[in-house]
């Protein structure tokens, strides 16, 4: 069926949500996170397509929604560690024995608290939200063909686990309007007991049919490769994994400033030539590889804008992308971090809805 977004590469679209979740992970302020979000939301919304993947958008937002409740549902039950004077209500207070000193449940809950924790629970639900914006943009397939040899069977599991929950959610919706139609119960415990096994068994019979497919397709053959060659790429990729974690705890500390970018830029390299040799094991080809044009330099560099404003800005007011909840006052909105999440609304002006691909 055809679809209203355009042929852009998908890694374009996942380099431009990971560079919105980084920027997350910045800030603390409501109002940029809650700009962060709207962004998001806005561009999902002018060019997602109706494929079953791209449904998952809205399942990533009901699950930021969940996990910022708990969030606050905690704070309410076990206290929280910010000293608070402005009290909202007290719940009975129980008793714990010595060994859980520093623990209770229940007492007193106060303003300061709970807004702490709504500030760092919209952190992670923006977060959430970002990787729903790049499920509901790029297409699994057309990723899974852009991946490199070495990445391909990982990349198959990954594109599996990341289409089933929306396969299972149309499923579950086809079979509730069909016991709808029939004047049959479709809600309450009797009616989910009476809709999962036809899920179940459809789920098993997409399982069996692409266990075939891949099978069909020669998934999982490798090809002759010398010992040298083999434990060269080992070490490659080993070494610029680690090259990679130790380069980013150097940036994300103060004392590795100095050599936590070149460590970061030298992993990079060793874990792409690791990647590159490993793609000998499973030759492929690939029928019309999707392109990487000005448009997708330009969503993937909006992305990444917006993160490295958003650190700079983390650095240089920190007060203010971090505000604090004692006292109690309101957060205020910094102009230029502001300004610097609106490029995020670049892939809605820069990307023609117009073109259409297959699903």
Same mark, same amino acid.
């Given at each position: 069926?055809?679809?209203?977004?355009?042929?852009?590469?998908?890694?374009?679209?996942?380099?431009?949500?990971?560079?919105?979740?980084?920027?997350?992970?910045?800030?603390?302020?409501?109002?940029?996170?809650?700009?962060?979000?709207?962004?998001?939301?806005?561009?999902?919304?002018?060019?997602?397509?109706?494929?079953?993947?791209?449904?998952?958008?809205?399942?990533?937002?009901?699950?930021?929604?969940?996990?910022?409740?708990?969030?606050?549902?905690?704070?309410?039950?076990?206290?929280?560690?910010?000293?608070?004077?402005?009290?909202?209500?007290?719940?009975?207070?129980?008793?714990?024995?010595?060994?859980?000193?520093?623990?209770?449940?229940?007492?007193?809950?106060?303003?300061?608290?709970?807004?702490?924790?709504?500030?760092?629970?919209?952190?992670?639900?923006?977060?959430?939200?970002?990787?729903?914006?790049?499920?509901?943009?790029?297409?699994?397939?057309?990723?899974?063909?852009?991946?490199?040899?070495?990445?391909?069977?990982?990349?198959?599991?990954?594109?599996?686990?990341?289409?089933?929950?929306?396969?299972?959610?149309?499923?579950?919706?086809?079979?509730?309007?069909?016991?709808?139609?029939?004047?049959?119960?479709?809600?309450?415990?009797?009616?989910?007991?009476?809709?999962?096994?036809?899920?179940?068994?459809?789920?098993?019979?997409?399982?069996?049919?692409?266990?075939?497919?891949?099978?069909?397709?020669?998934?999982?053959?490798?090809?002759?490769?010398?010992?040298?060659?083999?434990?060269?790429?080992?070490?490659?990729?080993?070494?610029?994994?680690?090259?990679?974690?130790?380069?980013?705890?150097?940036?994300?500390?103060?004392?590795?400033?100095?050599?936590?970018?070149?460590?970061?830029?030298?992993?990079?390299?060793?874990?792409?030539?690791?990647?590159?040799?490993?793609?000998?094991?499973?030759?492929?080809?690939?029928?019309?590889?999707?392109?990487?044009?000005?448009?997708?330099?330009?969503?993937?560099?909006?992305?990444? @804008?917006? +993160?490295?404003? %958003?650190?700079? &800005? !983390?650095?240089?007011?920190?007060?203010? #992308?971090?505000?604090? =909840? /004692? $006292?109690?006052? @309101?957060? +205020?909105?910094? %102009?230029?971090? &502001? !300004?610097?999440?609106?490029?995020?609304? #670049?892939?809605?002006? =820069? /990307? $023609?809805?117009?073109?259409?691909?297959?699903?």
């Amino acid at each position: 069926m055809p679809e209203r977004s355009p042929r852009l590469h998908p890694g374009a679209w996942w380099l431009w949500a990971l560079g919105l979740g980084t920027a997350a992970t910045r800030t603390t302020n409501p109002l940029l996170l809650a700009l962060l979000i709207a962004a998001s939301g806005y561009v999902v919304a002018t060019h997602r397509s109706s494929a079953p993947w791209a449904r998952s958008y809205a399942a990533f937002a009901k699950l930021a929604v969940a996990v910022l409740c708990v969030r606050l549902a905690f704070t309410v039950l076990l206290g929280s560690p910010i000293p608070g004077t402005h009290v909202l209500f007290t719940l009975p207070e129980l008793p714990l024995p010595d060994w859980a000193q520093g623990i209770r449940l229940g007492g007193p809950v106060t303003a300061e608290a709970l807004l702490f924790s709504g500030y760092n629970g919209l952190k992670l639900a923006a977060l959430l939200i970002c990787v729903g914006a790049a499920n509901a943009l790029s297409s699994p397939a057309r990723l899974l063909k852009s991946l490199p040899g070495a990445l391909y069977e990982a990349g198959v599991a990954v594109v599996v686990a990341l289409t089933f929950a929306p396969h299972l959610i149309a499923d579950v919706r086809r079979l509730r309007a069909a016991r709808r139609l029939r004047g049959r119960p479709d809600r309450g415990v009797r009616g989910l007991l009476q809709v999962g096994l036809p899920v179940l068994e459809g789920a098993l019979e997409r399982s069996v049919a692409l266990a075939a497919a891949m099978d069909a397709r020669g998934f999982g053959r490798t090809a002759e490769v010398p010992v040298r060659v083999r434990r060269t790429t080992a070490a490659l990729t080993l070494g610029g994994l680690l090259g990679v974690c130790a380069g980013t705890y150097g940036l994300l500390t103060a004392e590795g400033g100095t050599y936590g970018l070149p460590v970061l830029l030298a992993g990079s390299a060793a874990a792409l030539a690791g990647l590159r040799l490993g793609g000998r094991r499973s030759p492929r080809t690939r029928y019309r590889p999707a392109p990487w044009g000005v448009r997708a330099w330009l969503v993937a560099g909006s992305g990444a @804008a917006v +993160a490295a404003l %958003l650190t700079l &800005a !983390a650095a240089r007011e920190p007060d203010a #992308l971090n505000p604090g =909840v /004692v $006292p109690l006052t @309101a957060p +205020a909105l910094p %102009l230029w971090p &502001a !300004a610097s999440v609106l490029l995020a609304l #670049l892939p809605a002006f =820069v /990307v $023609p809805q117009e073109s259409r691909e297959r699903a």
